[in-house]
């Protein structure tokens, strides 16, 4: 491809990821990042204390020679652990055969993507340079030194957004014509705890799997660091059962999660202390269509901030700098193509990830202490061992593959029309093996022939 001068607004993780794309078909790149370098100082990475990377983000991640990398900071996790309340925990594994998604901390990954972009491009991401707006007509966007309060403007042939969920790109494509834009939030917000290692170092619950306390209408989760710890998050409602509204006071707090969560609660010395020095934060979806303006295109929570219970944001934001790496090989020099190539194949898969990721709030937070829910899933892995990967479930195809989020979403409406006709068979519970269930779905599959994955 001819070099091209490429401005990219947000070193997050996307960002920091699309530098390395662009750096490596040798454009010549620079990054603005709002943020002071968080290599050289101590400070919260933002957001998530560590974040939840499957099929997807490694793909992308394996295309910039960082796989290997991350597997070194990355804990697998094989299953889910539900806690019941007054039960044994049960482990659902996630997929077949040791397929597992992955715990990451967000800041070691980030840091790993700045180092991996400033190798290739030099150091070319300039830290304290808020975008404060963007010309689409002269291709210029105006940047403040948040040190000195000094304006720069910088002139590049294009530039990407990814300065996450209330991205300043975006809102300057707000103003352009036909721009369709909506933000939603949830009535549910999260708040982050920890779960310290153990004396020796070690995890003082399961290491390799991710824990959920399901409570229908809330949850606590779990996720494993490397450091022996897990940051644990509280996803509840401001108000109502099980909600944040009266949780202003120590007492209040331990008799919130004694009666909940009593088997946490053992495993939280800092519980009451990290209640009331962590944030109580909202959860947004933003969907927009176009992600491109004339030579401006929008990529990861800047086009497509969803709800964290799919564990997707940052793979689906991965996977758009693969996408237009496609299409980068693909279409060379023609960057009309290229951009249209992307807008074409990244709009539908960003709106079908938030809403799958809705979806899934209530199957985190209900469905999987449910027994129907349990003989499905049940069912589906063996549907999927004895058709050898022809059937696939949602979720598998979400979070085991790099097919489309649209794809997973359509098929998904008629998978649950066919399990309501499988559950509804007489004695299912026990004859779940049975011939006839195989019939049903190998029928199935006949009738949808683009959801068969042989
Ligand atoms: P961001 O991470 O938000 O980065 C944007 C960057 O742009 C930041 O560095 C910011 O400082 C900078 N910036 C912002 N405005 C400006 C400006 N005006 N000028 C210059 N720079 C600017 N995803 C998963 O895949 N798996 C998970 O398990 C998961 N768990 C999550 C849990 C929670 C609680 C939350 C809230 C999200 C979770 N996500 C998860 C989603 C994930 O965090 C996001 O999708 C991901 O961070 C998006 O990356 P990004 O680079 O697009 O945006």
Known sequence: MT?????????????????????????????YERRQDMRKIQMSAGKSINLALS????????????KEAIEEIAIPMYAREIHNIGEEA?????????????????GDLNKKLMNKAEETLGPKIFFDHRLLDVDFDKNTCLFQDTNTGEHQIVKSDFIFGTDGAFSGVRNAMVKTPRFNYSQSYLKTAYKELTIPPAEDG???????????????????IALPNMDGSFTVTLFAPYTGEGGFEGLDNDQAIIDYF?????????????????????P?????????????????????????????????????????????DDMMEKYGDDWEKVFEGYNESR??????????????????????????????????????????????????????????????????????????????????ESNWQDEKVLDIVKQWLADHPEYDHA
């Open 3 to 31: 070099k091209k001068k490429v401005t990219i607004a947000g070193a997050g993780l996307v960002g920091s990821m699309l530098a390395c794309y662009m750096a490596k078909r040798g454009h010549d790149v620079e990054v």
């Open 55 to 66: 099929v997807r983000g490694w793909t992308a991640l394996e295309r910039i020679g960082m």
């Open 90 to 106: 049960i482990t659902q594994p996630y997929g077949q055969d040791g397929e597992a998604i992955y715990s990451v901390s967000r």
């Open 202 to 220: 070690s995890h003082r619950i399961t290491k390799n799997v991710l824990h959920i306390w399901p409570r229908r209408h809330f949850m606590l």
């Open 258 to 278: 004694n009666k909940y969560f009593p088997s946490a609660v053992p495993h939280m010395p800092t519980l009451v202390q990290d209640f009331y020095e962590n």
């Open 280 to 324: 109580t934060a909202d959860l947004v979806t933003v969907k927009c269509d176009p992600w491109t303006y004339e030579n401006a295109m929008l990529l990861g929570d800047a086009a497509h901030a969803v709800v964290p219970f799919y564990g997707q944001g940052m793979n689906a934001g991965f996977e758009d700098c693969r996408v237009l």
């Open 347 to 428: 709009v539908d898969d960003g709106q079908a990830i938030a809403d799958l990721a809705i979806e899934n709030y209530t199957e985190m937070c209900d469905s999987v202490a449910d027994q129907e829910f349990i003989l499905r899933k049940k069912i589906e892995k063996h549907l999927v061992r004895e058709l050898g990967g022809r059937y696939l479930p949602k979720y598998e195809t979400v979070s085991f593959s790099n097919r489309r989020y649209s794809h997973a979403i359509a098929m998904g409406k008629l998978q649950d029309q066919l399990f309501d006709q499988i559950l509804n068979l007489e004695g299912i």
